[in-house]
């Protein structure tokens, strides 16, 4: 659903743009393929690599390791391994749902959504090429932090 | 051959690492070209639309728009304009890179960035109803409620920590000053461009030759360092 509107609305600027100046949007599309290719083999190899990581490391062992009685090593684990992958939403809240089921303390679960969407361990080497290694170390860090001061929080509140 | 592999480290990484797979274990090798497969769709319908959105923002958008709204200076509001963008944003935090950078090159604020990448990354509208319909809206509404002002808290660290000679300038900006580096900047505008830098972003888009650079025509000598009185 979202991907439709962002589509919509790269349609609608894009079309806008032609009207308004072919010369600009000319200019705009070749940034745009340049953008696209320095990104996207960079992608492709990233996404290959987490693939590989979770089809060797299946949803079970996962679920295995944060849904331990432990809630200070399931809260490490479900950092941990948030801070290595990146998982699609629509496999990341089933997960989720499941390791709660199974046992897993609310304080790992927000542990490991928050460091898997704001961590990125696998987008390292992309963040760098845009921002630089200082920019990316510190906010990785800084973001792992905050994910687990998030995390403890909840285990607090609710 | 090489300087391909020095190019693209990562992918040569990953296919060494499916050799060695398919080598060890074929039916793993199997499961991660399927997960493959899933991710790859991802990647082609949102990274199109957002390089076409980013660089029509680049070509479109003045950049004194972005410093009022994304500067240092924006305040509140910045913080609040950054937190939407993320908030209505759509697909992974790398398809988010693209965008803050143009934004950043443009004047947005260091801190104002991270706050847009947090937010792409965490604060999304669609994945909060399915967040809810998941693990319920107790644990969303906490967890949502707790990540935005530590989002800020993290902008306003990083701008402390990161300042701007902290980030490499964009492909586009460094072939123009690699073009202007070569320019005699003294900003003559025989050429017909008001100044050096405009002459050096035409000739980095193919409309204008270096050779239409009077100064640098009429003499042989190391650009740059030469003595006026020439």
């Given at each position: 659903m979202t991907t439709i509107i962002l589509i919509a609305i790269a349609a609608g600027f894009f079309l806008w743009s032609l009207i308004k100046s072919r010369k600009k949007t000319k200019e705009s599309l070749k940034i745009a393929k340049g953008l696209f290719i320095s990104t996207a083999i960079q992608i492709v190899g990233v996404l290959a690599l987490v693939s590989l990581f979770l089809a060797i490391i299946p949803p079970e062992l996962i679920r295995r390791v944060m849904g331990g009685t432990n809630e200070a090593v399931s809260v490490l684990w479900g950092s941990l391994i948030g801070t290595v992958t990146i998982i699609p939403a629509f496999i990341a809240f089933p997960l989720s749902k499941q390791l709660m089921e199974a046992g897993a303390t609310l304080t790992a679960i927000a542990a490991f959504l928050t460091t898997l969407t704001m961590v990125g361990f696998a987008t390292f080497p992309i963040e760098k090429e845009y921002f630089g290694t200082k920019f990316t170390v510190y906010r990785n860090l800084f973001s792992f932090f905050a994910a687990i001061s998030v995390a403890l929080l909840i285990g607090v509140i609710l | 051959m090489m300087t391909f592999i020095k190019k693209h480290k990562l992918i040569t990484v990953a296919a060494l690492a499916y050799i060695i797979t398919l080598i060890i274990s074929p039916e793993i090798f199997i499961n991660a070209i399927k997960q493959n497969g899933a991710f790859l769709l991802e990647m082609l319908e949102i990274l199109p639309p957002i390089m076409v959105i980013s660089s029509l923002i680049s070509v479109w958008v003045p950049n004194d728009v972005i410093i009022k709204g994304f500067g240092n200076t924006s305040g509140i509001k910045g913080k609040l304009f950054s937190i939407l963008i993320g908030a209505f944003s759509a697909g992974p935090i790398y398809a988010g890179f693209p965008v803050a950078k143009t934004l950043y090159d443009k004047g947005a604020s260091v801190g104002n960035v991270v706050i847009i990448l947090s937010a792409w990354a965490v604060v999304k509208v669609p994945m909060y109803l399915v967040e809810t319909s998941f693990l319920g809206a107790a644990f969303a509404n906490t967890r949502y409620l707790l990540t935005i002002p530590l989002i800020i808290f993290l902008g306003y660290l990083m701008q402390r920590f990161v300042k701007r000679e902290d980030i490499p300038v964009s492909e586009l900006d460094r072939k123009i000053t690699e073009i202007y580096d070569q320019l005699?900047?003294?900003?003559?505008?025989a050429c017909g461009y008001t100044d050096c830098h405009e002459f050096a972003k035409a000739v980095n888009e193919g409309?204008?030759?270096?050779?239409?650079c009077k100064i640098l025509s009429r003499s042989s000598d190391k650009p740059g360092n030469r003595p006026l009185d020439t």
């Open positions: - | 005699p900047q003294r900003h003559c505008g409309e204008a030759d270096m050779s239409e």
